[in-house]
């Protein structure tokens, strides 16, 4: 299985490095919540101002380009600007979005005050949102949502920014009619330039839809070096039985996962987690919006992909300092031809 890994996808021919920085980020030491599988890789989203801002957990940290810390926005708590969990961070031309557990989209400006929190409940949609994304004032959730008396799940929820429902479509078994176990089918959203790209997680393809939820085109992906998880219910149920963490890690760990999808320039990047030595490894490739064209699949040595935006952003940790509360990561700021 490695072997067939390093033969035919890692390469970082093409890539660029433009600069190597270092940024101390804190450490939460009271842990993850249990509903995490596996530990969330370093991200790194690009700010307005090219600052560089890293979630951690019940908070995140703003960095300059070359590493100075400029700012910690935010705290454990349920209050306003406080976090339990941070899952995501979005932008769009003048706000942030930070998607706080279970189902909270804390805004804020430029500058990083708080300005409001946002919670989307459409009819009949779930009070979770596993992706979202942010284009034209309106809000792109992927949200499970049944139609009604049809019994159709529809996987995407729209809504206006003041919370108001618009509308709900792409349905579930879409999905679900590629990979069978729906627990682990969890879809991935970008809105960019009036078209919707969705994934789901186990599943190597891409959908491309219009923002009334029309199918323009499906494009499978990484048909040469993709592994489908290998999934069987009974031999699952039995494991899940006996250590269910471990069921799931060890799931995860027997293919590839989709794991977000990031604008790059006018392309997709598909954050994509292997298995490297037994391990989760998350490497990346780019597709073109107009589907015509796909990379290989990128890795460099032990850095793991964290982000992109105008430039790309590979990272490794490094140590944990002195007084335990912080860690120290190495950024390498690429570029690469595409």
């Known amino acids: 299985m490695f072997f067939l890994l390093f033969l035919v996808q890692s390469s970082s021919a093409g890539l660029k490095i433009?600069?190597?920085?270092?940024?101390?980020?804190?450490?939460?030491?009271?842990?993850?919540?249990?509903?995490?599988?596996?530990?969330?890789?370093?991200?790194?989203?690009?700010?307005?101002?090219?600052?560089?801002?890293?979630?951690?957990?019940?908070?995140?940290?703003?960095?300059?380009?070359?590493?100075?810390?400029?700012?910690?926005?935010?705290?454990?708590?349920?209050?306003?600007?406080?976090?339990?969990?941070?899952?995501?961070?979005?932008?769009?031309?003048?706000?942030?979005?930070?998607?706080?557990?279970?189902?909270?989209?804390?805004?804020?400006?430029?500058?990083?005050?708080?300005?409001?929190?946002?919670?989307?409940?459409?009819?009949?949609?779930?009070?979770?949102?596993?992706?979202?994304?942010?284009?034209?004032?309106?809000?792109?959730?992927?949200?499970?949502?049944?139609?009604?008396?049809?019994?159709?799940?529809?996987g995407i929820a729209v809504y206006l920014k003041s919370g108001k429902f618009e509308d709900a479509f792409f349905e579930r078994k879409v999905g679900e009619e590629n990979f069978p176990f729906r627990k682990i089918l969890e879809g991935i959203i970008l809105v960019d330039k009036d078209y919707i790209f969705y994934a789901f997680n186990p599943i190597p393809k891409i959908w491309k839809l219009d923002l009334k939820g029309n199918i323009i085109e499906e494009r499978k992906v990484a048909s040469d070096w993709w592994r489908?998880?290998?999934?069987?219910?009974?031999?699952?149920?039995?494991?899940?039985?006996?250590?269910?963490?471990?069921a799931y890690i060890d799931l995860f760990l027997s293919g590839y996962r989709i794991k977000n999808l990031w604008k790059w320039k006018d392309n997709v990047i598909v954050q994509t987690v292997v298995n490297k030595n037994g391990d989760f490894y998350n490497s990346f490739f780019v597709i073109s919006q107009d589907f015509k064209k796909e990379s290989k699949l990128f890795m460099y040595r032990d850095y793991q992909f964290s982000g992109a935006g105008e430039r790309i952003y590979l990272t490794k940790e490094i140590e944990e300092r002195g007084d335990m509360n912080t860690m120290l990561i190495e950024v390498l700021v690429c570029d690469i031809n595409f």
């Open 18 to 154: 433009i600069k190597k920085i270092s940024l101390k980020v804190s450490i939460d030491r009271m842990g993850l919540p249990k509903f995490f599988n596996e530990d969330p890789p370093i991200y790194i989203i690009e700010g307005h101002q090219g600052e560089l801002i890293v979630p951690r957990f019940v908070c995140f940290e703003v960095f300059s380009k070359d590493g100075k810390k400029l700012k910690k926005v935010g705290a454990r708590g349920e209050g306003p600007g406080a976090f339990t969990t941070i899952f995501s961070i979005k932008k769009d031309s003048n706000f942030y979005y930070v998607h706080d557990y279970l189902n909270k989209i804390n805004e804020f400006d430029k500058d990083f005050n708080y300005t409001n929190r946002h919670t989307f409940f459409g009819p009949r949609c779930s009070n979770f949102y596993y992706d979202f994304s942010v284009y034209k004032n309106k809000i792109y959730c992927v949200q499970n949502c049944q139609s009604g008396s049809d019994n159709i799940d529809n």
């Open 228 to 246: 489908d998880i290998q999934y069987s219910e009974r031999k699952f149920k039995k494991r899940e039985r006996e250590n269910k963490r471990r």
